[in-house]
Structures are given as structure tokens and as C-alpha cells.
């Protein structure tokens, strides 16, 4: 949509105003037909139509150009009135600054800084209502450190508050205890199926040692017993050299 045509100041040439919503362009494009539109009033149309409004010429969203220099030019000089100007403000300025001092006007109705409330203020206002505010909070002046709203003052009871945030904490405690312990045995869970699991292979592999030395032991009791009866057939190979 436009700016509205009744906010401006003296008279607006016919070629300065968007052909669907019939108000001062806003964010101006402009069609090979050179008609001009508002950004959202065109891409608005395109949505349901393939054509101009003016003339019913095809055009495409990618076809919408800028509007030409000289009749942006003209649009930035237009004067217009302030949108708060049902508020107080009597400010007139040219289209092209218009934004900045809206962002800025002391008439603008803004919303409220404190959780909790609706009210929308004059921004000239806002520091007389956020000092009389009753969602405006403070630290209790009793010293227990809580930040209260004034609408709360006569509820706030700080040896309640303190027991509450002491219940909390030790309730968050025993939550993180339990959350050690269960760690801690999960640890100790592992790491006892850890050892068990080399436990059982040193025990094969002792046993696999054993299997071997009782092979040796078995070998060498053969060959033991292969060099005593060498030795015997020696002895016997020399009786006989004797005797003959």
C-alpha cells in the first residue's frame, strides 16, 4: 500500500500515484508499459493476474524495473505530514526524509519496556510512565536480593521467597548427586567389564603357556631319552670292537 494521498502537502502529480491502490508509490516499481506501482500493491496482483491494470499488457515480475530517475526525484521532494499527526506532531517534511523522523518522532506510540504490560506510549512519555508503571521491578529494599514488581510489594515476603529459592537449590543439588552417582557407576560399570574382559584373555594366554611348556617338557624328555639309548648303543658298538 501507498502513502496515503490526503498526508500530503500541496498538489501530487497523477504519474506519482500507484495504479491499483491510487495513493502516493511506496517503494516504487514501474512496468515496460511505464505505469508505476507500489512493491506490494504489484506483486499482489501478479499473484492472481499476468498482466497490467492500467492497459491489461503481459508483463512478469522480472520485467518491473525502478522508477526513472527524474520521477523519483519528484517523489522524494513531495511534502507530507508526520503519521502522528493525530498525536501532536506538526512536523512536515519532504517523502525522502519522512521515515527517519517517524523512527525518531516524540509522538510515536510505542510499547511499554516492562514484561508484562500492553500499553502503548508516546515515546515523549515513556520515562514518566516507566516511573509510575505497576509492572515496573526493583530489588526488594529488605535486602533478600529479589527483584519484585511494585504490584507485587505487598505479597513479597523474602523469609518465604528465601526458603523457596533454598528448596530449589537443594532440590537441584540431590538432581546433580544422583547425576554423579549414576556417572560414577557407569564408570565403575565399565571399567569392571573391562577387566573382566582381560582377565579372561591373560587366563587364555597363561593356559596357552602352559600348553606350550608341557610341550617342550614332552620334547625334551624325548630327546633325553633318544641320547641315552645313543649312548647305549654306543657303549655296546665298543664292547664289541673290544672283543674282536
Request: glycine letters at 4%; charged letters at 30%; hydrophobic letters at 30%.
Given at each position: 500500500?501507498?502513502?496515503?494521498?490526503?498526508?500530503?502537502?500541496?498538489?501530487?502529480?497523477?504519474?506519482?500515484?500507484?495504479s491499483?491502490?491510487?495513493?502516493?508509490?511506496e517503494?516504487?516499481?514501474?512496468?515496460?508499459?511505464?505505469?508505476a506501482?507500489?512493491?506490494?500493491?504489484?506483486?499482489?496482483?501478479?499473484?492472481?493476474?499476468?498482466?497490467c491494470?492500467e492497459?491489461?499488457?503481459?508483463?512478469d515480475?522480472?520485467?518491473?524495473?525502478?522508477?526513472?530517475?527524474?520521477?523519483?526525484?519528484?517523489?522524494?521532494?513531495?511534502?507530507?505530514?508526520?503519521?502522528?499527526?493525530?498525536?501532536?506532531?506538526?512536523?512536515?517534511?519532504?517523502?525522502?526524509?519522512?521515515?527517519?523522523?517517524?523512527?525518531?518522532?516524540?509522538?510515536?506510540?510505542?510499547?511499554?519496556?516492562?514484561?508484562?504490560c500492553?500499553?502503548?506510549?508516546?515515546?515523549?512519555?515513556?520515562?514518566?510512565?516507566?516511573?509510575?508503571?505497576?509492572?515496573?521491578?526493583?530489588?526488594?529494599?529488605?535486602?533478600?536480593?529479589?527483584?519484585?514488581?511494585?504490584?507485587?510489594?505487598?505479597?513479597?515476603?523474602?523469609?518465604?521467597?528465601l526458603?523457596?529459592?533454598?528448596?530449589?537449590?537443594?532440590?537441584e543439588?540431590?538432581?546433580?548427586v544422583?547425576?554423579?552417582?549414576?556417572?560414577?557407576?557407569?564408570?565403575?560399570?565399565?571399567?569392571?567389564?573391562?577387566?573382566?574382559?582381560k582377565?579372561?584373555?591373560?587366563?587364555?594366554?597363561?593356559?596357552?603357556?602352559?600348553?606350550?611348556m608341557?610341550?617342550?617338557?614332552?620334547?625334551?624328555?624325548?630327546?633325553?631319552?633318544?641320547?641315552?639309548?645313543?649312548?647305549?648303543e654306543?657303549?655296546?658298538?665298543e664292547?664289541?670292537?673290544?672283543?674282536?
Amino acid at each position: 500500500m501507498g502513502y496515503d494521498i490526503e498526508r500530503f502537502v500541496g498538489y501530487v502529480n497523477e504519474g506519482l500515484l500507484c495504479s491499483i491502490c491510487r495513493d502516493v508509490l511506496e517503494d516504487p516499481l514501474q512496468a515496460p508499459c511505464e505505469h508505476a506501482f507500489c512493491t506490494a500493491c504489484i506483486h499482489g496482483w501478479l499473484v492472481h493476474h499476468s498482466n497490467c491494470p492500467e492497459d491489461r499488457q503481459v508483463i512478469d515480475v522480472s520485467l518491473l524495473r525502478p522508477l526513472y530517475r527524474y520521477m523519483k526525484n519528484d517523489l522524494n521532494r513531495l511534502q507530507l505530514h508526520c503519521r502522528n499527526r493525530e498525536y501532536g506532531c506538526e512536523m512536515v517534511c519532504s517523502l525522502e526524509s519522512i521515515d527517519r523522523h517517524e523512527r525518531e518522532c516524540e509522538y510515536s506510540q510505542i510499547p511499554c519496556s516492562n514484561a508484562g504490560c500492553t500499553m502503548q506510549i508516546e515515546r515523549r512519555n515513556l520515562d514518566g510512565h516507566l516511573a509510575v508503571c505497576e509492572y515496573r521491578s526493583r530489588e526488594c529494599p529488605n535486602g533478600c536480593g529479589y527483584t519484585i514488581l511494585s504490584a507485587e510489594d505487598t505479597q513479597h515476603n523474602c523469609v518465604a521467597e528465601l526458603r523457596t529459592e533454598l528448596e530449589l537449590l537443594r532440590s537441584e543439588m540431590i538432581c546433580r548427586v544422583e547425576e554423579a552417582k549414576h556417572e560414577m557407576e557407569s564408570r565403575l560399570d565399565s571399567q569392571r567389564r573391562h577387566m573382566v574382559q582381560k582377565e579372561s584373555i591373560l587366563q587364555n594366554e597363561i593356559e596357552e603357556l602352559k600348553s606350550q611348556m608341557s610341550r617342550m617338557m614332552s620334547d625334551v624328555r624325548s630327546l633325553m631319552a633318544a641320547e641315552r639309548q645313543h649312548r647305549q648303543e654306543l657303549e655296546q658298538a665298543e664292547l664289541e670292537k673290544r672283543e674282536l
